[in-house]
T-cell receptor
Framework: KQEVTQIPAALSVPEGENLVLNCSFTDSAIYNLQWFRQDPGKGLTSLLLIQSSQREQTSGRLNASLDKSSGRSTLYIAASQPGDSATYLC??????????FGAGTILRVKS | GEEVAQTPKHLVRGEGQKAKLYCAPI?????VFWYQQVLKNEFKFLIS????????ETGMPKERFSAKCLPNSPCSLEIQATKLEDSAVYFCASSHLGSAQGATGNTIYFGEGSWLTVV
């Protein structure tokens, strides 16, 4: 059974700092790894999707990497802004696009 | 539509009452998913559909929970005889393709959720 773990559980950084969120998964037989953002009281917004054959994906200030063999993914956020404050979730994708989520990292960027 | 639309946004039910939640997936998406979010961001997969057919129902509680996705109707998730522990946010999501069919089509889009409170 797939288990996804995210470290740290919470992170508070000053504005402008670069930061890394970590995600690990126990079963490397994944189709994709997806990073989401959740704002309080809202649904999930997809940030980046990395296919199992890829090593990384970039979108603006976000860069996500995937190392299937070690069961790890990282989300790198450059030059953080207060608007980046949210909960970040990673999820592995299995057959039929079924997601297994980590518990999330609560990020607070202080101005 | 261009977004996953869920109704109602909030629902309060007394213990033992029925609750029914609705979801309109993004037009053209073949896959629909239901997830339950309880405290501390724990997302639990409930069920998925490929068009109107159940694809994976391994997360559905065997009793009291049922779901449908019928042609030309919103998908629905129904909970009979609600219990206090059913209180959660229920998210619907949709995607264009299944997971093995290309990165762009794999992206899963979530609705804003339906907040169910059982009192």
């Amino acid at each position: 059974k797939q288990e996804v773990t995210q470290i740290p559980a919470a992170l508070s950084v000053p504005e402008g700092e670069n930061l890394v969120l970590n995600c690990s998964f126990t079963d490397s037989a994944i189709y994709n790894l997806q990073w989401f953002r959740q704002d309080p009281g809202k649904g999930l917004t997809s940030l980046l999707l990395i296919q199992s054959s890829q090593r990384e994906q970039t979108s603006g200030r976000l860069n996500a990497s995937l190392d299937k063999s070690s069961g790890r993914s990282t989300l790198y956020i450059a030059a953080s802004q207060p608007g980046d404050s949210a909960t970040y979730l990673c999820a592995s994708t299995g057959r039929g696009n079924k997601l297994v989520f980590g518990a999330g990292t609560i990020l607070r960027v202080k101005s | 539509g261009e977004e996953v639309a869920q109704t109602p946004k909030h629902l309060v039910r007394g213990e033992g009452q029925k609750a029914k939640l609705y979801c309109a997936p993004i037009k053209g998406h073949s896959y629909v998913f239901w997830y339950q979010q309880v405290l501390k961001n724990e997302f639990k997969f409930l069920i998925s559909f490929q068009n109107e057919n159940v694809f994976d129902e391994t997360g559905m509680p065997k009793e009291r929970f049922s779901a449908k996705c019928l042609p030309n109707s919103p998908c629905s998730l129904e909970i009979q005889a609600t219990k206090l522990e059913d209180s959660a946010v229920y998210f619907c999501a949709s995607s264009h393709l299944g997971s093995a069919q290309g990165a762009t089509g794999n992206t899963i889009y979530f609705g804003e959720g339906s907040w169910l409170t059982v009192v």
